[in-house]
T-cell receptor
Framework: LAKTTQPISMDSYEGQEVNITCSHNNIATNDYITWYQQFPSQGPRFIIQGYKTKVTNEVASLFIPADRKSSTLSLPRVSLSDTAVYYCLEDGGATNKLIFGTGTLLAVQP | DSGVTQTPKHLITATGQRVTLRCSPRSGDLSVYWYQQSLDQGLQFLIHYYNGEERAKGNILERFSAQQFPDLHSELNLSSLELGDSALYFC??????????????FGPGTRLTVL
C-alpha cells in the first residue's frame, strides 16, 4: 500500500503557529485528505478535511497544493493542550482505501 | 465524549483464543469502521459496514471477522489469536455511506493483550 509520510515529531512553544506536512505521493483522484488529533489512550479526533486549495475552520487550516501531493495542517497559536499526535488520512470514500499517515508527535513547550 | 462506545476497555487473553469486541455507534450514524493501532503498524483500517452491509475491507486478516447488527451495533471477532494481534482496536462511526466527505467519530478503543 502507498505510504503516507509525516515527520515523526515536532517541537513548538505556546503561542506559535505550527505547520505539519504530510506527503501524498500516490494520492488518487477521488481521495479526500483528513487530519486527526490523538491524545494518549484516546481515539483519534477529527480536525479538518479538504480536497484541494485551502480549508479553514475554528481550530485549524488545511493547505493542499494543486498537484495534491502534499497537505499541510496549520495550527495557529498553539497551547500546551495541543500536545498530541497528529495523523493525516487519505480517504478514498467508497473504495477500500483509508490510509493513515505515520503520525507526528507535536510537543508544545511553555 | 464522541458518543461512540466500545467494550470491553481492556482484554487480556492467551494465544489461540477467540475474542469479541463490541462497538455502539453514535445515535443516527449508519456506518461503522474498525481500525487496529499498533506500535509497528500504526493506524490501519480493517473493515467498514453501512446499515448492516459490508462496504469495504482493508488490511483485515482472515482470522478476523465483523458484522453489524440490525440495531447498528457492530462486533469484531478475532480468532486464533497471536502475540502480534496485541493492539488497540478502535471503532468509528459516521452518518453516511462514504467517509471521504463525512466526519468519523472514534470510540475510546479496546486494548487487547495476547499473552
Amino acid at each position: 500500500l502507498a505510504k503516507t509520510t509525516q515527520p515523526i515529531s515536532m517541537d513548538s512553544y505556546e503561542g506559535q503557529e505550527v505547520n505539519i506536512t504530510c506527503s501524498h505521493n500516490n494520492i488518487a483522484t477521488n481521495d479526500y485528505i483528513t487530519w486527526y488529533q490523538q491524545f494518549p489512550s484516546q481515539g483519534p479526533r477529527f480536525i479538518i478535511q479538504g480536497y484541494k486549495t485551502k480549508v479553514t475552520n475554528e481550530v485549524a487550516s488545511l493547505f493542499i497544493p494543486a498537484d495534491r501531493k502534499s497537505s499541510t495542517l496549520s495550527l495557529p497559536r498553539v497551547s500546551l493542550s495541543d500536545t498530541a499526535v497528529y495523523y493525516c488520512l487519505e480517504d478514498g470514500g467508497a473504495t477500500n482505501k483509508l490510509i493513515f499517515g505515520t503520525g507526528t508527535l507535536l510537543a508544545v513547550q511553555p | 465524549d464522541s458518543g461512540v462506545t466500545q467494550t470491553p476497555k481492556h482484554l487480556i487473553t492467551a494465544t489461540g483464543q477467540r475474542v469479541t469486541l463490541r462497538c455502539s455507534p453514535r445515535s443516527g450514524d449508519l456506518s461503522v469502521y474498525w481500525y487496529q493501532q499498533s506500535l509497528d503498524q500504526g493506524l490501519q483500517f480493517l473493515i467498514h459496514y453501512y446499515n448492516g452491509e459490508e462496504r469495504a475491507k482493508g488490511n483485515i486478516l482472515e482470522r478476523f471477522s465483523a458484522q453489524q447488527f440490525p440495531d447498528l451495533h457492530s462486533e469484531l471477532n478475532l480468532s486464533s489469536l497471536e502475540l502480534g494481534d496485541s493492539a488497540l482496536y478502535f471503532c468509528a462511526s459516521s452518518v453516511g455511506i462514504t467517509s471521504s466527505t463525512d466526519t468519523q467519530y472514534f470510540g475510546p478503543g479496546t486494548r487487547l493483550t495476547v499473552l
